[in-house]
């Protein structure tokens, strides 16, 4: 599957507002069960790779679906079964992923 990130060519384009993608990314975290926080406290989360993420998110083509992702309440048995399952547009997936993979290690 094509994402839309990979559509966006090598013309730039002007990055998304900073604050706005500093609370998408905490909210994407918060949607798939990851806890940026404790990332931090434990360290596997650096202030430099928090920026990143948050930089990736401004240049991200898929923002506004995103926040329509984010905005869908889960199925009432999605809700059951825990956090949702980052969508593959995200440009922080494999970034999440990791991270919970290291504070599943910790615990």
């Given at each position: ?12 384009f002007?990055?998304?507002d900073?604050r ?13 069960g ?17 920026a ?7 240049g ?7 926040d ?9 048995t999605?809700d059951l ?18 991270l ?8």
């Amino acid at each position: 599957m094509i994402s839309a990130n990979m559509l966006r060519g090598p013309r730039p384009f002007p990055l998304g507002d900073e604050r706005t993608h500093y609370w998408r990314v905490q909210r994407m975290a918060r949607a798939t069960g990851l806890d940026l926080a404790e990332a931090q406290r434990l360290g596997v989360l650096p202030q430099h790779d928090w920026a990143g993420m948050v930089g990736r998110c401004r240049g991200c083509l898929w923002a506004e679906n995103c926040d329509r992702w984010l905005d869908k309440r889960p199925e009432m048995t999605d809700d059951l079964c825990g956090p949702r399952t980052c969508p593959e547009d995200c440009v922080n997936r494999r970034v999440f992923a990791t991270l919970q993979g290291e504070l599943d290690h910790e615990v």
